[in-house]
Each structure stands twice: as structure tokens, then as C-alpha cells.
């Protein structure tokens, strides 16, 4: 039997909280393979971004292509991209897989910064990932990236309408408003859904990396799109409940959660 990969194109976060590092964590402990391309090499701790480098984009597309290859890849994750060549790269190949496989889902996290704001792209972020939006099955921004993908539209209707223009799925993040609870809102042409969890006190690193890379790892394990968005924050949902300390600051969401329960 081959176990299902997702090929993951992020940056590294040496704090071991988000980016590649949470990718790798989430898709392995939801039972897919992680192959991962370094698209920059970040400078960081559990609370604040200090510096960037994006990869060359020759490199990124050496990565990805020892790897499509050799493998069947159903599933494609981004996060960062570093900046603009990293970004069109990406896109050169997923055009490529899916010459082979027209079925590739890809999985857009839309990062425009970093939980506290802080920078993780050389170029403008929201022209950084221009050339891959449209080559998302499913996106998911949190509200200040929904808003940014927009021209800084903040009305959720038109934000739908533009975001649906350009990919099939759209899966908006309510962990940046206030309010007891986290909503988040899953939107298709002509369907939609919503799902509330509570909100758990403090900050957490990662977060979105790990609900984008459970979204991958389910869809490459053939859940269809609206299971694998709930189960994956079902999972999100479990690892920032046993979240964990590394110093004073944001904590860890405890990826590991599922087979520690296991023991
Ligand atoms: O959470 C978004 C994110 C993605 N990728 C990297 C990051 C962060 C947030 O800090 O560092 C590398």
C-alpha cells in the first residue's frame, strides 16, 4: 500500500510552532506523508518574525521536481512563498502536476503576516500570491487576510463573491474577531457552511498552518471537501486545547495530540 503524500511548499519557522515545521507535525499525525520544498528560511521565535529569506526559485522548483518525479501526488499545500518568483514557480508546477493528475487539489493558506503582524514576505504580500489564487481548489484566509485578498473590502458578502471568482472553495477563519466563540464559514458556489467553536484563552503559534495542513491531509486521504474541513478542525480544535508552553508568549498547538491519546 502507498501511503497518500501532500507536497507542501512553506517556510521554515525554527521555533518549530508554524510554517513547514506545523505542516509536517499536522499531515503526519492525520496519517498522509509530507513532502515538503523550502520556500525561505524565516528567523523567528514562538512570538516574533526577525527576519526572511525566500529561497531562489530555482531551488523551489528542484525541490518539487525530484519529487513529481517520482511520486503520485494528489494534494498540494502552501503557505509562505517568500515573494513573487517563489510564487509563479509554484504555479509553473502546479500546471505541470496537473497535466499528469487534473485532479490535483491544491490548499491555499493565504499568509499575509504573521499573528502579530509581523512580515514573512519580501515582495507585497497579497501581489505575491497572485499567480496561485487562481490555482487554488480551496483557500483559507482569516479575516485580515479576507479582507487584504480584497483591495480592503471588509463586508464578508462581497469578500465571498470575489474570493468564489477565483477558487472553488473559500474557508473564512473567525479567530481574529471577538466574541466567545471562533467562527468559521465554508463557502462553494451554492453551498455553504458554518461551524462554531469555542475560543480557548491566550495565543497560539501556528494555528492556521495546522488547520490548512489537516485540510490537506484529509482531502489526500480522499475525504471529500466538507469532511475533511470539519474533521480538520475538529483536530485543530483538539491540538490548541492541549497547546503547550515553550517560554513566555504564544504556546504550541499540540499536534501530537492523537497518538498521545493513543498511549
Ligand atoms: O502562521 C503563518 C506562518 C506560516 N509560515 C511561517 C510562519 C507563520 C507564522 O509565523 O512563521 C514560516
Known amino acids: 500500500m502507498i501511503r497518500p503524500s501532500v507536497l507542501v511548499f512553506a517556510g521554515s519557522d525554527p521555533s518549530g510552532g508554524a510554517g ?3 505542516d509536517i507535525q499536522a499531515i503526519s499525525a492525520l496519517g498522509a506523508h509530507p513532502l515538503s520544498a523550502i520556500t525561505a528560511l524565516t528567523v523567528q521565535d514562538n512570538d516574533h518574525v526577525f527576519n526572511v529569506h525566500p529561497v ?10 525530484a519529487l513529481i518525479a517520482k511520486m503520485d501526488i494528489g494534494v498540494v499545500k502552501i503557505g509562505i512563498v517568500g515573494n513573487r518568483a517563489n510564487a509563479d514557480a509554484i504555479a509553473d508546477i502546479i500546471q505541470l502536476m496537473r497535466q499528469r493528475r487534473p485532479a490535483l ?6 499568509v499575509l503576516a504573521s499573528g502579530h503582524g509581523d512580515s ?8 505575491a500570491i497572485a499567480s496561485l489564487l487562481p490555482l487554488a481548489t480551496i483557500v483559507t484566509p482569516n479575516l485580515p487576510e479576507a479582507s487584504g485578498l480584497c483591495g480592503g473590502d471588509r463586508r464578508l458578502d462581497t469578500q ?4 468564489l471568482s477565483y477558487c472553488p ?3 473564512i477563519k473567525g479567530g481574529h474577531d471577538c466574541g466567545p466563540d471562533v467562527v468559521n464559514r465554508w463557502f462553494t458556489n451554492g453551498n455553504q457552511c458554518t461551524w462554531t467553536w469555542p475560543r480557548l484563552e491566550g495565543g497560539f503559534h501556528g494555528t492556521g498552518c495546522t488547520l490548512a495542513s489537516a485540510i490537506a491531509a484529509l482531502l489526500a486521504l480522499g475525504k471529500p471537501m466538507v469532511e475533511a474541513i470539519e474533521e480538520a478542525q475538529a483536530y485543530c480544535h483538539q491540538a490548541l486545547q492541549s497547546a503547550y508552553a515553550i517560554a513566555d508568549g504564544q504556546r504550541i498547538p499540540n499536534r501530537c495530540v492523537l497518538l498521545e491519546e493513543g498511549k
Not at 487539489?105 to 493565504?110: A, C, I, N, R, S
Not at 514573512?120 to 501581489?127: A, E, G, K, Y
Request: proline letters at 9%; charged letters at 10%; a negative charge.
Open 20 to 22: 513547514l515545521q506545523a
Open 56 to 65: 531562489p526559485a530555482g531551488l523551489v522548483q528542484q525541490q518539487a521536481h
Open 160 to 163: 465571498v463573491e470575489t474570493l
Open 169 to 171: 472553495n473559500v474557508l
Open 120 to 127: 514573512l514576505s519580501q515582495d507585497n504580500p497579497v501581489n
Open 105 to 110: 487539489q491544491v490548499v491555499l493558506d493565504p
